[in-house]
């Protein structure tokens, strides 16, 4: 059985940051890609990075050089550093982790963006 743990999020003001981590346990064969998505209320769950087996990053255009994805395929791990957060940042964050077999989810953690 896979289990995804996040932790680090929370209630930040405008122009704050916040580091999002996710570690990995069980059964995952030969991690191909992990990553974080996001879903605000209303709207679809979207990526927000991802990172493969390769060290190769994959960033959404509006989080470009203000989120900072890194991994660590042995230890199964990956984090997320969001700085210069906007209240359209506000969402539930989710890790996402890949093998060769399947795709795996963690529970998903709050990033609320608000003064």
């Known amino acids: 059985q896979v289990q995804l743990v996040e932790s680090g999020g929370g209630l930040v003001q405008p122009g704050g940051s916040l580091n999002l981590s996710c570690t990995a346990s069980?059964?995952?064969?030969?991690?191909?890609?992990m990553g974080w998505y996001r879903q605000a209320p209303g709207k679809e769950r979207e990526l927000v990075a991802q990172?493969?087996?390769?060290?190769?990053?994959n960033y959404a255009d509006s989080m470009k050089g203000r989120f900072t994805i890194s991994g660590d395929n042995a230890k199964k791990m990956v984090n997320l550093q969001m700085n210069s957060l906007k209240p359209e940042d506000t969402a539930v964050y989710y890790c996402?982790?890949?093998?060769?077999?399947?795709?795996?989810w963690g529970q998903g953690t709050q990033v609320t963006v608000s003064s």
């Open positions: 069980g059964n995952i064969f030969s991690i191909n890609v």
């Open positions: 996402n982790v890949r093998d060769f077999l399947s795709s795996y």
């Open positions: 990172i493969d087996s390769g060290g190769s990053t």
